[in-house]
């Protein structure tokens, strides 16, 4: 099951440029929120450190409080532990190409040990049922390369690749935004299906996107949380002004 | 859950990862360390070695102290200048053609192939190419022979860099010569060679050094002489040759005249490299490729 | 300026440059012609034989290639196995770990080790080298590892195992700065994507670098190889030049390229010189083959598409 997030006093640099400044918000469990916000407003920078993903960038670095359930993520955990927490699926499809559709899905558990051919079998089919990618896979499981997939079939795998470790918490960075509108689709279907048992962050710079799966929004400006609420509320009655522009189109 | 990772697993896991990061470490350690070893003991020896002799006097024979290895050095300028001067119009011709004529057309592709693949001939190969070529038809060693020996060694890279190079050149820079109706043979000449040059010339200068250092296309080209170079049609002295030559002797005065004969040699490539990377930022080894 | 003259100047201009560049192809079959003709003596004499028969006998007119075969082979993959695990660390190091201000000076580093040339990395041996595998490896090696049978016989500090440690100096850079290139190639979103099931630096190395590099690295170890197989001063000086098949690793023994080195100018006869030909005909045609496979290989994930399985 998922778990929530809180994170306070969040701030982020990538060398001299302050990409997130003080982000203070709670994020609800088994629930999808979306994060939205023109390009470069520190959205990607925020998820990124949810899964402290932004300091494998050399010149990058966070400071603050993020709580996932009860564990300070910066303090009590090492970054390797904090990823197999919280999985990430990422704005291009990213597969391993030279692994086949099964081993895409248990590379996270064999990283983690597990040798037991019967429960690796059962993972894999569970996950892959789970990111309704099963029965367009099911006979070349073993065969195929999972870069052999079409775009949105690929994004899927590697939804099914981050939950095969059982995480409790998914994080999206815009994961549909390289691909195409029935493929989108899938994906916004999958977020439905899965916010029930995961607790997901989805980026994106797409604001129907957002209405369509998200119960809670965040609107970020230029590094600042500018407002954070329950979506019916953001797209219908934003408190902020800045808010209201962006949503109404009335912004860059 | 059941199948959450246990703290065993994690900690092997830490442990290999510490284990991997010691040794990429070590072997960083492991592979400049000889090169430091390298240049260290050359320094030493070579300085202790060196002296104003060893660039005016010609070799004395064995037994007599003393003596130098000017004739090698001019020897080995001789050479190398012949070999720049037939080598790097050539490599820089076909540099041309590949970027300015060749675009991604298969005959382009393949002959950027045969300059790789050329690359990866053993100089010794050269040698006995050049001696087959040159030197039995002439029936004598020459210097000639071994300036055409390092001038197929320079091509390929001379060709590589200069396409490289070329291809930095803006296209709009050509279009606005080509616009004015100037022809492109002009525009080439005057525009894009111009504008790429400093790049062409570290092009040489790198190929110049790969090919400074050679030894084994002068064993049966140059062949060795102790008197000072006459004419291009006779055998030469040159100072790669002439450190193996000593290298390989039982006396010590020849072992010190190799080793100032390596100071030398290493200097003068060492420079040219440096100055090469400190201009374009490149590397030795991304000449040829 | 003439419209009319500026067409003439420029076809001849257009054909002087093919010209150029036709030149490296005429290179290539004019050295394959040459050597193919000098060494027609030898090739007739003794047929493919000649890659078969393990005596070399100047005096009686014998010639066979395979000491130098085996003493070459065995040089280079003994080279290949010091240095393939040094590169490849260097190579990681360097992408994956170091700081990016040490970056540019390490590799700047170990491409000196290329341009030091190989009759120096020959003198050098002779005088540090070979007196330290004398005294102290040499030693080491017959107490701790005689068992293996590897280190049989007198060692004398040149031969087999001297020639392949300084020919693992001289292949590392080449090898090391090829995987470094197809290492960077590998796009970031493979790390990212290693990294965020939770794996450890090394477990990123392993499965989102190494793993999609393979085949470029594999392209860089042949790479490696063919420069080791025609290597030749450094080697001569040090590997005892002996035409048998060696028995121990501190065994003197030849080189296909070492051998046309020392005997070439002291060849009395015309098939005496035209066996040493073919021998240097062997070596360019097999170090084409090997470049040409390497250079397919580092092409495909270079510039290829790397994201493709295989």
Same mark, same amino acid.
């Given at each position: 099951?998922?778990?929530?997030?809180?994170?306070?006093?969040?701030?982020?640099?990538?060398?001299?440029?302050?990409?997130?400044?003080?982000?203070?918000?709670?994020?609800?469990?088994?629930?999808?929120?979306?994060?939205?916000?023109?390009?470069?407003?520190?959205?990607?920078?925020?998820?990124?450190?949810?899964?402290?993903?932004?300091?494998?960038?050399?010149?990058?670095?966070?400071?603050?409080?993020?709580?996932?359930?009860?564990?300070?993520?910066?303090?009590d955990?090492?970054?390797?532990?904090?990823?197999?927490?919280?999985?990430?699926?990422?704005?291009?499809?990213?597969?391993?190409?030279?692994?086949?559709?099964?081993?895409?899905?248990?590379?996270?558990?064999?990283?983690?040990?597990?040798?037991n051919?019967?429960?690796?079998?059962?993972?894999?089919?569970?996950?892959?049922?789970?990111?309704a990618?099963?029965?367009?896979?099911?006979?070349?499981l073993?065969?195929?390369?999972?870069?052999?997939?079409?775009?949105?079939?690929?994004?899927?795998?590697?939804?099914?690749r981050?939950?095969?470790?059982?995480?409790?918490?998914?994080?999206?960075?815009?994961?549909?935004?390289?691909?195409?509108?029935?493929?989108?689709?899938?994906?916004e279907?999958?977020?439905?299906?899965?916010?029930?048992?995961?607790?997901?962050?989805?980026?994106?710079?797409?604001?129907?996107?957002?209405?369509?799966?998200?119960?809670?929004?965040?609107?970020f400006?230029?590094?600042?949380?500018?407002?954070?609420?329950?979506?019916?509320?953001?797209?219908?009655?934003?408190?902020?002004?800045?808010?209201?522009?962006?949503?109404?189109?009335?912004?860059? | 859950?059941?199948?959450?990772?246990?703290?065993?697993?994690?900690?092997?896991?830490?442990?290999?990862?510490?284990?991997?990061?010691?040794?990429?470490?070590?072997?960083?350690?492991l592979?400049?360390?000889?090169?430091?070893?390298?240049?260290?003991?050359?320094?030493?020896?070579?300085?202790?070695?060196?002296?104003?002799?060893? /660039?005016?006097?010609?070799?004395?024979?064995?037994?007599?102290?003393?003596?130098?290895?000017?004739?090698?050095?001019?020897?080995?300028?001789?050479?190398?200048?012949?070999?720049?001067?037939?080598?790097?119009?050539?490599?820089?011709?076909?540099?041309?053609?590949?970027?300015?004529?060749?675009?991604?057309?298969?005959?382009?592709?393949?002959?950027?192939?045969?300059?790789?693949?050329?690359?990866?001939?053993?100089?010794?190969?050269?040698?006995?190419?050049?001696?087959?070529?040159?030197?039995?038809?002439?029936?004598?060693?020459?210097? /000639?022979?071994?300036?055409?020996?390092?001038?197929?060694?320079?091509?390929?890279?001379?060709?590589?860099?200069?396409?490289?190079?070329?291809?930095?050149?803006p296209?709009?820079?050509?279009?606005?010569?080509?616009?004015?109706?100037?022809?492109?043979?002009?525009?080439?000449?005057?525009?894009?060679?111009?504008?790429?040059?400093?790049?062409?010339?570290?092009?040489?200068?790198?190929?110049?050094?790969?090919?400074?250092?050679?030894?084994?296309p002068?064993?049966?080209?140059?062949?060795?002489?102790?008197?000072?170079?006459?004419?291009?049609?006779?055998?030469?002295?040159?100072?790669?040759?002439?450190?193996?030559?000593?290298?390989?002797?039982?006396?010590?005065?020849?072992?010190?005249?190799?080793?100032?004969?390596?100071?030398?040699?290493?200097?003068?490539?060492?420079?040219?490299?440096?100055?090469?990377r400190?201009?374009?930022?490149?590397?030795?080894?991304?000449?040829?490729? | 300026?003439?419209?009319?003259?500026?067409?003439?100047?420029?076809?001849?201009?257009?054909?002087?440059?093919?010209?150029?560049?036709?030149?490296?192809?005429?290179?290539?079959?004019?050295?394959?012609g040459?050597?193919?003709?000098?060494?027609? %003596?030898? %090739? $007739?004499?003794?047929?493919?034989? !000649?890659?078969?028969?393990?005596?070399?006998?100047?005096?009686?007119g014998?010639?066979g290639?395979?000491?130098?075969?085996?003493?070459?082979?065995?040089?280079?993959?003994?080279?290949?196995?010091?240095? @393939?695990?040094?590169?490849?660390?260097?190579?990681?190091?360097?992408?994956?770990?170091?700081?990016?201000?040490?970056?540019?000076?390490?590799?700047?580093?170990?491409? %000196?080790?290329?341009?030091?040339?190989?009759?120096?990395?020959? #003198?050098?041996?002779?005088?540090?080298? @070979?007196?330290?595998?004398?005294?102290?490896?040499?030693? !080491?090696?017959?107490?701790? !590892?005689?068992?293996?049978?590897?280190? $049989?016989?007198? *060692?004398?500090?040149?031969?087999?195992?001297?020639?392949?440690?300084?020919?693992?100096?001289?292949?590392?850079?080449?090898?090391?700065?090829?995987?470094?290139?197809?290492?960077?190639?590998?796009? *970031?979103?493979?790390r990212?994507?290693?990294?965020a #099931?939770?794996?450890?630096?090394?477990?990123?190395?392993?499965?989102?670098?190494?793993?999609?590099?393979?085949?470029?690295?594999?392209?860089?170890?042949?790479?490696?190889?063919?420069?080791?197989?025609?290597?030749?001063?450094?080697?001569?000086?040090?590997?005892?030049? $002996?035409?048998?098949?060696?028995?121990?690793?501190?065994?003197p023994?030849?080189?296909?390229?070492?051998?046309?080195?020392?005997?070439?100018t002291?060849?009395?006869?015309?098939?005496?010189?035209?066996?040493?030909?073919?021998?240097? #005909?062997?070596?360019? %045609?097999?170090?084409?083959?090997?470049?040409?496979?390497?250079?397919?290989?580092?092409?495909?994930?270079?510039?290829?598409?790397?994201a493709?399985?295989?």
């Amino acid at each position: 099951m998922g778990v929530g997030i809180e994170v306070e006093d969040l701030n982020a640099w990538y060398g001299q440029t302050h990409t997130l400044k003080g982000i203070n918000l709670q994020i609800p469990a088994n629930s999808a929120t979306a994060l939205i916000g023109p390009s470069g407003c520190g959205k990607s920078t925020f998820v990124r450190c949810l899964n402290r993903m932004h300091e494998t960038n050399p010149v990058a670095r966070a400071e603050g409080t993020v709580r996932v359930g009860n564990v300070d993520i910066y303090k009590d955990a090492s970054p390797v532990e904090v990823r197999r927490r919280i999985g990430m699926v990422f704005e291009r499809p990213n597969p391993f190409p030279t692994m086949s559709i099964y081993d895409n899905v248990a590379s996270g558990l064999k990283l983690n040990g597990f040798r037991n051919k019967r429960v690796l079998d059962e993972v894999v089919e569970r996950s892959l049922r789970q990111a309704a990618l099963w029965d367009e896979v099911k006979d070349h499981l073993k065969s195929k390369s999972g870069a052999s997939l079409s775009g949105g079939q690929q994004q899927r795998l590697c939804i099914a690749r981050a939950i095969a470790v059982d995480p409790e918490v998914l994080l999206m960075d815009e994961p549909a935004s390289a691909l195409d509108p029935v493929s989108t689709a899938k994906i916004e279907d999958l977020i439905f299906q899965l916010k029930d048992e995961y607790t997901i962050v989805i980026v994106t710079h797409n604001m129907q996107q957002a209405a369509r799966v998200a119960e809670k929004t965040g609107f970020f400006l230029s590094g600042h949380l500018v407002e954070f609420d329950s979506t019916h509320k953001i797209f219908t009655n934003p408190s902020d002004k800045r808010t209201e522009d962006y949503i109404t189109g009335r912004f860059g | 859950m059941p199948h959450r990772p246990s703290r065993a697993n994690v900690g092997r896991r830490q442990a290999a990862n510490h284990l991997f990061s010691v040794l990429a470490i070590l072997s960083t350690v492991l592979v400049i360390a000889p090169l430091f070893a390298i240049l260290v003991y050359l320094l030493f020896q070579g300085v202790r070695s060196l002296n104003v002799a060893f /660039f005016t006097h010609l070799p004395r024979p064995v037994g007599e102290p003393g003596g130098g290895m000017a004739n090698s050095i001019v020897g080995s300028g001789i050479i190398l200048a012949l070999a720049s001067l037939l080598g790097i119009p050539v490599g820089i011709g076909a540099g041309i053609y590949l970027y300015e004529f060749g675009g991604g057309k298969t005959l382009a592709n393949a002959i950027r192939f045969t300059a790789d693949v050329l690359n990866g001939v053993p100089s010794i190969v050269m040698g006995i190419a050049a001696y087959s070529l040159i030197v039995v038809p002439q029936k004598h060693f020459s210097a /000639f022979a071994a300036g055409v020996a390092l001038a197929i060694m320079m091509v390929p890279t001379v060709t590589r860099t200069t396409e490289e190079m070329l291809a930095t050149v803006p296209n709009a820079v050509r279009e606005a010569a080509l616009g004015l109706g100037i022809p492109k043979w002009r525009t080439v000449m005057t525009v894009s060679l111009k504008t790429a040059s400093p790049g062409i010339i570290t092009g040489c200068m790198l190929a110049f050094a790969r090919v400074a250092g050679e030894t084994a296309p002068l064993l049966f080209t140059a062949f060795g002489n102790q008197f000072w170079p006459a004419s291009l049609n006779e055998p030469i002295a040159a100072l790669p040759l002439q450190i193996f030559v000593y290298a390989v002797s039982p006396y010590d005065e020849w072992h010190r005249l190799a080793w100032a004969g390596a100071l030398v040699l290493i200097v003068l490539i060492m420079v040219s490299v440096t100055l090469v990377r400190v201009v374009t930022g490149r590397g030795m080894l991304n000449g040829g490729h | 300026m003439q419209r009319g003259s500026g067409g003439v100047a420029d076809r001849t201009f257009a054909a002087l440059m093919l010209g150029c560049a036709l030149s490296i192809f005429a290179i290539v079959a004019l050295i394959l012609g040459i050597l193919i003709l000098r060494s027609r %003596l030898s %090739l $007739h004499e003794f047929g493919f034989s !000649f890659f078969l028969r393990s005596d070399w006998d100047p005096v009686r007119g014998s010639f066979g290639a395979v000491p130098f075969i085996w003493g070459t082979l065995a040089s280079a993959f003994l080279a290949l196995l010091i240095a @393939v695990p040094l590169a490849l660390g260097v190579a990681v190091f360097i992408n994956e770990m170091c700081p990016r201000a040490l970056r540019t000076p390490i590799s700047f580093l170990t491409e %000196l080790l290329a341009a030091i040339p190989s009759v120096v990395y020959g #003198l050098w041996a002779i005088f540090v080298l @070979v007196p330290i595998m004398r005294r102290s490896v040499g030693p !080491f090696l017959k107490k701790f !590892f005689g068992w293996t049978g590897l280190f $049989h016989g007198p *060692n004398f500090g040149i031969g087999l195992l001297t020639a392949s440690m300084i020919l693992a100096i001289m292949v590392l850079p080449v090898i090391s700065s090829i995987a470094r290139d197809v290492i960077k190639a590998v796009p *970031n979103t493979q790390r990212e994507g290693v990294l965020a #099931l939770g794996a450890t630096r090394w477990e990123m190395v392993r499965i989102g670098v190494l793993r999609n590099a393979r085949i470029g690295i594999v392209g860089a170890v042949i790479l490696g190889l063919g420069r080791a197989l025609g290597e030749t001063m450094a080697v001569t000086m040090v590997i005892g030049n $002996h035409a048998a098949i060696p028995k121990s690793l501190f065994a003197p023994a030849y080189t296909l390229a070492s051998v046309i080195a020392n005997e070439f100018t002291e060849a009395t006869g015309d098939l005496y010189l035209s066996a040493l030909i073919e021998i240097g #005909l062997a070596l360019f %045609l097999v170090t084409i083959v090997v470049n040409a496979i390497a250079r397919l290989l580092v092409f495909m994930v270079t510039r290829g598409n790397t994201a493709r399985a295989v």
